[in-house]
């Protein structure tokens, strides 16, 4: 099925313990469309890059049999651009520079070929975009909605109306808490699932993700990678991989969507091996179902004799 994703695209500079480079591909569409690349049939991107987007980014994309009919070229300015350090607790970093360039102009057009999409990614971008981006399609089956603490706190009343129209949100823990207003997670899931989404995924970085559905609390655990360089990504990619897997099934059952927060975990966890989306560029089947039957191993509890 065909799998719509609505995003950033943009370069990084990264710093971590382990290394640094001063620009590399990123933004949200980018990963998202990658992981997803390796299951959904078609995957549609729509972002904005800049005059000085390279060559070999545009055929990385396109050798991922990525549509980019919705990627605009904005010639009149530069691609988005940020750039972080990392500490030793990978979960914190600080950021050193955002320059939104032509991203600050962003509008998203959804072209005709793609507004048939089943399946629809919001990534991280302002909740009225992704708003926009639902009243141009038709009647997609699930939509799967990413947020962060910038658009929680100042611009809660379009967050708050977008969230009404998606299926399920994915977002951290901190960030359910403040959405909440609940220090408590099972309650801060539930108060959030009032606001609309019949789903919602609660990342926890190393520790995994709750999924929460009706009547139901799914808890999966993190993949226990040893060489971590970089987690630049690591939530897109999880939310790619997640979202990938359900176009590739077509199944929205209870069960399928547990498989979809394992494989989307499986694809985090490679994501993290390199810096930027290296590690995403070249994974082979065996690869991906290698580590996927690894992590369910990680969760099987033998029978009491």
């Not at 500079?13 to 997803?36: N, Q």
């Not at 600050?104 to 990534?123: C, M, N, Q, T």
């Not at 996927?292 to 029978?303: G, H, M, V």
Request: negative net charge.
């Amino acid at each position: 099925m065909s799998l719509l994703v609505v995003g950033s695209v943009a370069y990084d500079g990264i710093e971590t313990p382990f290394g640094k480079v001063d620009r590399i591909l990123g933004g949200s569409a980018t990963y998202i469309s990658l992981t997803s690349s390796y299951f959904a049939k078609q995957v549609n991107l729509v972002g904005v890059v800049g005059r000085d987007f390279a060559d070999e980014d545009i055929e990385l994309l396109k050798s991922k049999e990525i549509n980019l009919e919705g990627l605009q070229i904005d010639n009149s300015g530069d691609t988005f651009f940020w750039s972080g350090k990392y500490h030793y607790d990978l979960n914190n970093r600080d950021t050193l520079d955002t320059q939104l360039n032509v991203f600050e102009r962003f509008d998203p057009v959804i072209p005709e070929s793609y507004k048939d999409a089943k399946f629809i990614a919001l990534g991280n971008i302002e909740p009225s975009l992704q708003g926009k981006v639902l009243d141009q399609v038709n009647d997609p089956d699930f939509v799967v909605m990413d947020t962060m603490n910038f658009w929680i706190a100042g611009t809660p009343d379009a967050l708050k109306e977008t969230i009404k129209k998606v299926d399920l949100l994915v977002i951290n823990d901190s960030e359910a808490r403040e959405l909440a207003d609940e220090p408590n997670l099972i309650k801060a899931a539930e108060i959030v699932r009032d606001m609309g989404p019949s789903s919602l995924i609660i990342k926890k970085g190393e520790h995994g993700a709750l999924l929460f559905t009706d009547n139901e609390i799914f808890s999966a655990p993190a993949y226990p990678v040893i060489d971590i360089f970089d987690p630049t990504g690591a939530g897109d990619s999880f939310m790619g991989g997640m979202l990938g897997w359900l176009a590739y099934t077509d199944d929205l059952s209870a069960h399928n969507l547990r498989r979809a927060v394992i494989m989307g975990s499986v694809m985090a966890s490679f994501c993290v091996e390199e810096f930027g989306p290296g590690r995403l560029k070249n994974l082979t089947e065996k690869e991906i179902y290698d580590r996927y039957r690894e992590f369910r191993s990680l969760s099987e509890i033998p029978e009491v004799v």
